[in-house]
């Protein structure tokens, strides 16, 4: 597939490395996170070139550390290690050290923004969330907040994972470096000048403007992007004030085993069978955490394509962009194209100062006139280069944009179907915990 | 006084045991004729010396308790010879008031009823009536509670229907529990209550003890209390202590329960936004479309579920609860009866005592000087005195006796029924625990099905998805 290729130095790997099969590395085929129910499945691994074949890429760990910021306040702040290790070394039998480095939050917005910058036409997985939103009672909205940090670490290995498999993110260099090189990547990023581009890009899409003729198809993903960010909110938010209500379910559920515990001191007879009963019912509240935990991972999976939605929505708007700038360059051309004719037959069809002042301070000589004929000529001459330029530009981008787009459409739909059984996984998993804790429960209460 | 009806309630195969005189002159004297039918036979055997306060059932031999606890034993399903049931609710509208009837149903194989099938419609007032005659004939016996009068919490109308089937509910158990007991359920009241027609239970209420007659029990009552007990068994302070913490722990399981039940409600208001939430989002999509409305008839399914639970913990284990937060206050009135009761007889034996010194002393001092001036001689006077005194003790010892009697029959009749008590509690709460945890199982199994009939429908059209074992 085509590909807008970046200026600066490409893909580090032989193209006969790339189709080099790794079928059953288990590493590979399904990565998971300590805890975390991501999936890349080999399918994906397969069909694009990535990275991920060659390296193993994890976030290890997370530590606080405490320094001097920019303005030279003490602050702390959470850093995260990434290892790596070449994947032939694993499948050779010995174990190897894996390389590692530390980056911060920080670093890893910096990333995305390169890419984002670079690849605009790709749908750029997104980062996990900058602070805690959707949170439950119990849930912390702390950022140093450890439940949070170790629910942040997966989430960033889980990022870059996602740009290791992707087919044109995979294989920059400044990504790579990220992984791989711990001083001055900071410096490396700047030199690419990404944040010039930067700058206009987001100026542009901040930018209101009206396109003529948009790709429909972006149109609607545009729509759909609206539409899929609106809709996850809302679950999430649903989902966490459930969570808040199950959660005091089953620690009411808690006060049983104390009452039945005193009570029990109480009775002759029931005594015993009061006890074990109350035993069940602290099992049974205790229980809750696990389940909660869970589905915690669960909404984090939602929250990356809510956040994905955000990153289709921004190339959708890019095109709309490019689209613009191909109409604008087309609209003055069939201006400057006029303005010659004009010229060219002496009608004044078209309204303009000199036309006026022309004609209050008579015509200019016909010197004046080949003159400005010559210029318009150039200029027609170079409007219509860009014209073309513009027009390819855009045909590229949609060619591009709509390749990953169809990617980004077939990862969603398989991960959120994934999602989506886990959850019921959980389901069942905390319905059985509860027939057994009732069911023993009920024993206990047949002794009373 | 019908001496026939006895041998009905008693069981046969009882060696008849002969009263002794004095016990049954003291018997005819009481106006309590339900406790007579029964007790006829059964009071010969309490000792009146004092020694039959035996807390062990097992082992007092050939006493009431025992008596009590064989009938007791005949109980069981089988040997149920009345059925009563209260259903069918219905509003009368009067120029003065509107209220509602219940249907009393009765159906018995017992002799002393007239027919097998009866069938009668009452009001909450006859049920309070009943209760107040039984507690009044038997003042140590336990008697289940009736449901309140108002429900206070909450905006429950009287005529509100989830309040008039609870009631209903509560009006079937209580008339069964008076049915199961060995004493209450051959209550003649109990009888007119379950079969006469509403014109001759209205002229029976108006029988029954005279005002005066009331009034000077609730006079002696409340003098007795304010008394108060001087020399309390230790068998009935540990009942006090044991009725005390039995109250405060079945009410805070009360409070549990109906938190448990608030927090559910609330689980439930916003698990119902979750499944029209993924009909929404299936309308933006493809490929996910089905999954995503398959789940969210799921979720839809289990608040289906979660409902049925609330209302069962509602309407079964909440109820049986109340009742027995209802009970323990009755378990404390009891033990106040008892220590009233206990209280006369302490009164009364100061009162003799009192009286006799008074008796000793007279015949030591010499109003003289009164004597003279009534001119009377000594002697005459003296002997006048003695006599008096002489009759009021006699008057006083008889009191007294009776006093004791009442207080033994008290004693030993709120043990029975005390024990008896606790073995109806441990097998309500046990089965309406059980049933509590039975319904969890099931809810839980049935949510289970629903999700997983998720994952079958999703694994058939899997094109090979990973795994997915539940982990």
């Not at chain 2, 308790?65 to 259903?87: C, G, L, P, R, S």
């Amino acid at each position: 597939s085509a590909r807008v290729m970046p200026t600066q130095e490409r893909k580090l790997f032989s193209s006969t490395l790339f189709h080099k099969i790794f079928k059953a590395h288990t590493s590979l085929s399904l990565k998971k996170c300590k805890g975390c129910l991501y999936k890349i499945s080999t399918s994906m691994v397969e069909k694009g070139t990535s990275l991920l074949k060659m390296m193993e890429i994890s976030v290890a760990e997370a530590e606080k550390r405490t320094g001097k910021n920019a303005v030279n306040m003490q602050e702390t702040y959470t850093v995260y290690l990434i290892e790596t290790r070449p994947v032939d070394a694993a499948s050779e039998g010995t174990n190897p050290v894996p390389d590692s480095l530390w980056r911060r939050y920080s670093e890893f917005e910096l990333l995305r923004n390169y890419l984002l910058v670079t690849y605009p036409f790709s749908v750029v997985p997104p980062l996990p969330e900058k602070r805690a939103e959707f949170v439950w009672h119990k849930l912390s909205a702390d950022n140093m907040d450890p439940d949070f940090v170790e629910r942040r670490r997966v989430g960033l290995e889980n990022f870059l994972l996602r740009v290791a498999s992707h087919p044109d993110l995979s294989s920059d260099k400044i990504f790579y470096s990220f992984l791989t090189e711990e001083n001055g990547w900071k410096e490396t990023v700047f030199e690419t000048g990404f944040q010039a581009k930067a700058d206009s890009r987001l100026k542009a899409l901040n930018a209101t403007f009206r396109v003529k003729n948009p790709d429909k198809r972006f149109a609607e993903m545009k729509h759909y992007g609206d539409e899929l960010q609106s809709v996850i909110s809302q679950l999430l938010r649903v989902r966490a004030r459930a969570a808040d209500r199950l959660y005091g379910v089953y620690k009411v559920h808690g006060n049983y085993g104390r009452v039945f515990s005193e009570w029990s001191a109480i009775e002759k007879e029931m005594g015993d069978g009061l006890q074990s009963a109350g035993h069940h019912m602290d099992a049974y509240a205790a229980s809750v955490d696990d389940i909660l935990e869970e589905e915690e991972h669960y909404a984090d999976q939602l929250k990356e394509y809510l956040f994905y939605a955000d990153a289709l929505r921004a190339v959708c708007r890019k095109h709309e962009l490019t689209q613009y700038e191909l109409e604008m360059a087309a609209q003055d051309l069939t201006s400057k194209k006029q303005q010659r004719e004009e010229l060219a037959t002496g009608t004044i069809r078209t309204f303009s100062l000199k036309g006026m002042t022309s004609k209050l301070f008579g015509q200019e000589t016909p010197e004046q006139r080949e003159a400005k004929l010559k210029m318009l000529e150039t200029q027609i001459e170079e409007g219509e280069e860009l014209v073309k330029e513009r027009n390819a530009e855009c045909e590229e981008f949609v060619k591009s944009a709509w390749v990953d787009i169809e990617r980004f459409k077939e990862q969603k739909d398989h991960d959120l179907r994934e999602a989506l059984i886990s959850y019921a996984i959980m389901q069942i998993s905390m319905c059985k915990k509860g027939i057994q804790v009732w069911n023993n429960a009920k024993e206990c209460f047949s002794k009373m | 006084m019908s001496a026939s009806v006895v041998d009905n309630t008693v069981s046969s195969g009882n060696s008849s045991v002969a009263i002794p005189t004095d016990i049954s002159g003291q018997i005819l004297d009481l106006d309590e004729d339900d406790e007579l039918e029964v007790f006829s036979k059964d009071t010969s055997t309490t000792q009146t010396d004092g020694s039959s306060f035996n807390a062990s059932m097992q082992t007092s031999p050939a006493s009431m308790i025992n008596q009590y606890k064989f009938e007791e034993e005949e109980e069981d399903a089988d040997t149920k010879d009345i059925f009563v049931t209260v259903d069918n609710p219905e509003s009368h509208v009067t120029a003065i008031e509107t209220y509602i009837t219940y249907r009393v149903e009765t159906k018995t194989t017992r002799s002393e009823f007239d027919s097998s099938e009866f069938e009668v419609r009452r009001r909450y007032q006859d049920f309070l009536w009943l209760k107040g005659r039984l507690e009044e004939a038997h003042p140590t016996l336990i008697v289940h509670p009736l449901p309140e009068k108002f429900v206070m919490k909450g905006m429950v109308e009287r005529f509100n229907e989830d309040f008039i089937e609870t009631r209903r509910r509560a009006l079937h158990k209580f008339l069964n529990k008076i049915a199961e007991h060995p004493i209450f359920s051959s209550s003649e009241d109990f009888k007119i209550f379950l079969t006469a027609g509403s014109g001759e239970l209205t002229s029976h209420k108006k029988q029954g003890p005279g005002f005066l007659s009331r009034m000077g029990e609730t006079v002696k009552a409340v003098a007795a209390a304010v008394r108060g007990v001087r020399n309390r068994p230790q068998e009935f302070t540990d009942m006090q202590e044991y009725a005390e913490a039995f109250s405060q722990k079945i009410s805070s399981l009360d409070k549990v329960t109906q938190r448990i039940v608030r927090e559910q409600k609330e689980y439930l208001e916003e698990l119902k936004e979750c499944g029209p939430t993924y009909a929404l989002w299936s309308q933006s999509e493809q490929e996910l479309a089905e999954p995503l409305k398959n789940v969210a008839g799921c979720v839809d399914n289990c608040c289906k579920e979660t409902e049925e639970q609330v209302k069962h913990l509602n309407d079964h284990l909440i109820p049986v609860l109340h009742e027995y937060v209802l009970c323990a206050d009755t378990l404390k009135a009891v033990l106040r009866r008892r220590d009233n009761i206990q209280a006369d007889f302490e009164g009364k034996t100061e009162a003799l005592a009192t009286k006799k010194a008074d008796r000793d002393a007279d015949s030591k001092v010499l109003s003289l000087a009164w004597d003279s001036l009534v001119g009377r001689s000594p002697e005459e006077v003296k002997q006048q005195k003695q006599q008096k005194l002489k009759g009021e003790i006699k008057e006083m010892r008889d009191e007294l006796d009776k006093a004791e009697d009442r207080l033994e029959w008290a004693n030993n009749a709120l043990k029975t029924d005390w024990t008896r008590w606790q073995k109806v509690m441990r097998t309500d709460l046990r089965s309406a625990f059980i049933d509590t945890a039975e319904r969890n199982v099931s809810y839980y199994e049935k949510c289970l099905a629903v999700w997983e009939s998720f994952l079958q429908s999703q694994r058939t059209d899997a094109e090979g998805n990973g795994n997915v074992d539940s982990s």
